[in-house]
């Protein structure tokens, strides 16, 4: 994908790509002044952190996004690191993963400079925190991750979607999710997975 030289700022957060597939979805919205993408941003923010409602911004019923905190229990408020985001994609789930795939929620960072604001946040396959089962509960192996990133400069806001290095998991230690993460792991290399984070991006900038 080639990159512009005009949303540059935020993109050392995002981590090199070394192995397997990449995905990049981004979206952008230029507001009439900076007053107004000042204000806006403040709503865009707020929707990122706001995961319970993913599927409901997002406005296609592909995936469904719920937070947990750090022991798997649902909660209800603004994601902070450390915390789950347990997820149903479409189809059968995994006995790895109480029927469910999950990431813990590595990094957020928040910081404005030259004139730039961006908030960051990137997150990486995880073990289920239900269960005392070590192995990755996700298609993908811990050496995936997906960042998700919001930014203003000056009166654009960009919202995009970075996965890096996803290869599918097939060492969960159960037959019949090694065979199920190989095949969502090809769907999602052969792209299934772009329409999700497009929608996802797409409608956190979505002024209606």
């Not at 981590?15 to 204000?39: C, F, R, W, Y």
């Not at 592909?62 to 947990?68: D, I």
């Not at 990431?103 to 960072?109: A, G, K, L, S, T």
């Not at 730039?116 to 089962?133: G, K, Q």
């Amino acid at each position: 994908m080639k990159k512009s030289t005009e949303n540059k700022p935020g993109e050392e957060y995002v981590p090199p790509q070394q192995i397997g597939t990449e995905m990049n979805a981004v979206e952008k919205i230029e507001l009439p002044s900076e007053a107004e993408a000042i204000h806006f941003f403040r709503t865009v923010k707020m929707r990122l952190l706001d995961v319970n409602r993913w599927a409901e911004v997002a406005g296609v019923p592909l995936s469904t996004f719920r937070l947990t905190d750090c022991h798997g229990n649902e909660v209800h408020r603004s994601v902070v690191e450390g915390d789950y985001l347990k997820i149903d994609i479409p189809g059968p789930g995994t006995k790895t993963g109480s029927g469910y795939d999950w990431v813990v929620v590595e990094q957020i960072r928040e910081e404005i400079r030259d004139g730039a604001e961006i908030l960051t946040m990137t997150v990486r396959p995880a073990a289920n925190p239900l269960n005392e089962d070590a192995h990755i509960a996700h298609f993908l192996t811990d050496q995936a991750t997906s960042t998700f990133q919001v930014k203003r400069i000056e009166n654009t806001i960009y919202a995009e979607e970075h996965g890096r290095n996803e290869t599918p998991n097939t060492d969960t230690g159960h037959v019949l999710d090694n065979v199920r993460n190989a095949f969502v792991g090809w769907t999602a290399k052969i792209g299934f997975s772009y329409p999700q984070w497009k929608s996802l991006v797409n409608g956190l900038i979505n002024e209606e």
